[in-house]
């Protein structure tokens, strides 16, 4: 199937801890975004890449790092885990950096204890 | 900045019309999405508008009014599974550049009830 795919689906795990978000899309796309929805609903943009090229680094802890291997990943490592980091971690992706249509993964659920 | 309005919550009966409003004040402006997520899944794209007037796609139309920073999402002959949130969405420049984002405004939860 053609998507935006996203592991682990449900990651519980504990403060201080660092764990990482995989994210690929198979759509042949070129931008790829990080987005965080709080228990507000509140769906806001991390982090894009283009072409494997940071275009969008709002303002996150830089206890959050993205990493774009290639046009088709983009994976998400947070270290030192805190309380306020569990939410739900969206992976999108587009055809160009013109934020067009994004297509999403299915969310990676965190929930820091 | 950015700011993005939309009621918290609506409830409706299946088979009628509800219409879902959005205001924005933005600095730039680049077109207007609306997105559907029902729980627990990722939002999927619904409608795009960049001029203003209506745009109609099936049952859902989407409006757009620049000059008044104002939008909404018309659902019509509602059903049972259109029970979800439904995000209205600002594409802006980030600089002075041609890379937009999106911004997203909180939600509206939709109730269909039978």
């Known amino acids: 199937d053609t998507a935006v795919s996203q592991t682990p689906k449900y990651l519980v795990t504990q403060m201080g801890n660092d764990k990482s978000i995989k994210c690929e899309q198979n759509?042949?796309?070129?931008?790829m975004y990080w987005y965080k929805q709080d228990s507000k609903k509140f769906l806001k943009i991390m982090f894009s890449?283009?072409?494997?090229?940071?275009?969008i680094n709002e303002t996150v802890p830089n206890r959050f790092s993205p990493k774009s291997p290639d046009k088709a990943h983009l994976n998400l490592h947070i270290n030192s885990l805190e309380l306020g980091d569990s939410a739900v971690y969206f992976c999108?992706?587009?055809?160009?950096?013109?934020?067009?249509?994004?297509?999403f993964g299915p969310g990676t659920r965190l929930t820091v204890t | 900045g950015q700011n993005i309005d939309q009621p918290t919550e609506m409830t409706a009966t299946e088979g009628a019309i509800v219409q879902i409003n959005c205001t924005y004040q933005?600095?730039?402006?680049?077109?207007l999405f609306w997105y559907q997520q029902h729980a627990g899944e990722a939002p999927t794209f619904l409608s795009y508008?960049?001029?203003?007037g209506l745009e109609e796609k099936g049952r859902f139309s989407s409006f757009l009014s620049r000059s008044k920073g104002y939008s909404y999402l018309l659902l019509k002959e509602l059903q049972m599974k259109d029970s979800a949130s439904y995000l209205c969405?600002?594409?802006?420049?980030?600089?002075?550049?041609?890379?937009?984002?999106?911004?997203f405004g909180s939600g509206t939860q939709l109730t269909v009830l039978p």
């Open positions: 999108a992706s587009s055809q160009a950096y013109t934020a067009y249509e994004q297509y």
């Open positions: 759509l042949g796309h070129d931008t």
């Open positions: 890449y283009n072409n494997k090229e940071l275009i």
């Open positions: 933005t600095s730039g402006f680049n077109g």
């Open positions: 508008n960049v001029l203003d």
């Open positions: 969405a600002v594409r802006a420049p980030i600089s002075s550049g041609s890379a937009r984002q999106l911004t």
